[in-house]
């Protein structure tokens, strides 16, 4: 079975065994489990239901595998001629989880 989730600010089509890396579940650590109630469509063929704009009692639950950071991204800012250069960096809070189950 597949599902379409909202979590975290994104879109996923999932199904049971998929691994993600998604924005960081706060107050979680490796192990602990996730359940996902924004699930936008779930089921293949004539079985899919359709949200509007979630299915009704439909649940993905997934555990926490890991949490870690994303790699750096440098953001370099120049001004030619005038001597301004400045140099920043950022590093992503990352959930790596695995769907469990998905009911719909």
């Known amino acids: ?20 890396s998604v924005n960081r579940y706060p107050d979680t650590e490796a192990g602990s489990t996730v359940e996902i ?8 063929g004539r079985d899919a239901k359709i949200g509007r704009p979630f299915v009704k009692g439909a649940t993905v639950k997934a555990t926490v595998i890991e949490n870690r950071r994303d790699k750096k991204v440098l953001i ?13 960096g950022h590093r992503q809070e990352l959930s790596v989880i695995k769907i469990d189950s998905i009911q719909a």
């Open 37 to 44: 109630n924004e699930v936008l469509a779930a089921g293949e």
């Open 76 to 88: 370099f800012k120049k001004k030619k001629r005038k001597g301004y250069e400045r140099t920043r």
């Open 1 to 20: 079975m597949k599902a379409t989730i909202k979590t975290q600010g994104r879109q996923f089509t999932v199904s049971e065994g998929d691994v993600l």
